[in-house]
């Protein structure tokens, strides 16, 4: 069975711009969770759909934003990019029964993102 | 709120060497905890997990107890190699996934 795959896995963007980021969960898994890492906060959780609806949001200001499609695939979108956006964005899928227990997540291996 | 604390690293060994990397946490109810290690330049990875009290995960030589009266699960390995160099995770879940700061273990031949 395939992995959890993001795409891309490094970016270089100037300030002010926007960016899209994309993840592929494993084939069944419908819950879909962004985290951002960096050295000085590690691992920060962005947001979680499951089955194309919001479940749960970290506290990140409204320039990010994510969305899910029916076939499970997750984006990411940060806009007016700061240089503190600079990060390791990790994508991570599990299975998920709608009032189920939750079971492990698994990760991608995430897309490197550079702000200058 | 839930969290999970973490011993701060790094933790530098040397090769054979007995590994301990303290976790503990605070929840309501019963969390299921899990050890993610990351390798550098990579995701994390599931290391080993625990569902319910007194479970004990084990993966690689890698072991931890989910001990709900002293709210720990404990990261231990009785001889590290070198290739266990990396950053690990103790993390529960209960509505989402709550990660410790992570402690990188340095391990030197």
């Known amino acids: 069975k395939a992995g959890v795959t993001q795409t891309p896995r490094y970016l270089i963007k100037t300030r002010g711009q926007q960016v899209t980021l994309s993840c592929s969960p494993i084939?069944?898994?419908?819950?879909v969770s962004w985290y951002q890492q960096t050295p000085g906060q590690g691992l920060q959780f962005l947001f979680e759909y499951f089955s194309e609806t919001q479940r749960n949001k970290g506290n990140f200001p409204g320039r990010f934003s994510g969305r899910q499609f029916s076939n499970s695939r997750s984006e990411m979108n940060v806009s007016t990019l700061e240089l503190g956006d600079s990060a390791l964005y990790l994508c991570?899928?599990?299975?998920?029964?709608?009032?189920?227990?939750?079971?492990?997540?698994?990760f991608g291996p995430g897309t490197r993102l550079t702000v200058t | 709120g839930d969290s999970v604390t973490q011993m701060e690293g790094p933790v530098t060994l040397s090769e054979e060497a007995f590994l301990t990397i303290n976790c503990t946490y605070t929840a309501t109810g019963y969390p299921s905890l899990f050890w993610y290690v990351q390798y550098p330049g990579e995701g994390l990875q599931l290391l080993l997990k625990a569902t319910k009290a007194d479970d004990k995960g084990s993966n690689k030589g890698f072991e931890a107890t989910y001990r709900k009266e002293t709210t720990s699960f404990h990261l231990e390995k009785g001889s590290v190699q070198v290739s266990d160099s990396a950053v690990y995770f103790c993390?529960?879940?209960?509505?989402?996934?709550?990660f410790g700061s992570g402690t990188k273990l340095n391990v030197k031949p």
């Open positions: 993390a529960l879940s209960k509505d989402k996934f709550y």
């Open positions: 991570a899928s599990s299975f998920l029964l709608a009032g189920g227990p939750r079971n492990e997540q698994y």
């Open positions: 084939s069944g898994h419908r819950s």
